[in-house]
Nanobody, 123 residues
Framework: QLQLVESGGGSVQAGGSLRLSCTASEYTYTVMGWFRQVPGKDREGVAAIFTGSGRAEYAGSVKGRFTISRDYGKNTLYLEMNNLEREDTAMYYC??????????????????WGQGTQVTVSS
């Protein structure tokens, strides 16, 4: 069974950077994405990347600050996060599935999820 393991979370001051990683135990589906969630709120799509085309999608709130990428040889997904803001504080999850481009930020479209890694940004 496919397993996704995130790492790289931590505490950082506003304006700082972090790089999250998500390593898959086997081949993933056509789309890999990053989501985040804070207690009491819905899970939010942050970014996704499409196999083959390499096309990436981003939430408006992170566009220009976050970069999603994949290393196919290492079966690893990354999320480079720069100029972090307090509002970026959340549990971050990676996920994979057969997802249409228009549904990239819909959690229910993804089949497999990691356990999450916490990101805390302080001012």
């Amino acid at each position: 069974q496919l397993q996704l393991v995130e790492s790289g979370g931590g505490s950082v001051q506003a304006g700082g950077s972090l790089r999250l990683s998500c390593t898959a135990s086997e081949y993933t589906y056509t789309v890999m994405g990053w989501f985040r969630q804070v207690p009491g709120k819905d899970r939010e799509g942050v970014a996704a990347i499409f196999t083959g085309s390499g096309r990436a999608e981003y939430a408006g709130s992170v566009k220009g600050r976050f970069t999603i990428s994949r290393d196919y040889g290492k079966n690893t997904l990354y999320l480079e996060m720069n100029n972090l803001e307090r509002e970026d504080t959340a549990m971050y999850y990676c996920a994979t599935g057969y997802v249409r481009a228009s549904d990239w930020n819909v959690p229910s479209r993804y089949r497999d999820w990691g356990q999450g890694t916490q990101v805390t940004v302080s001012s």
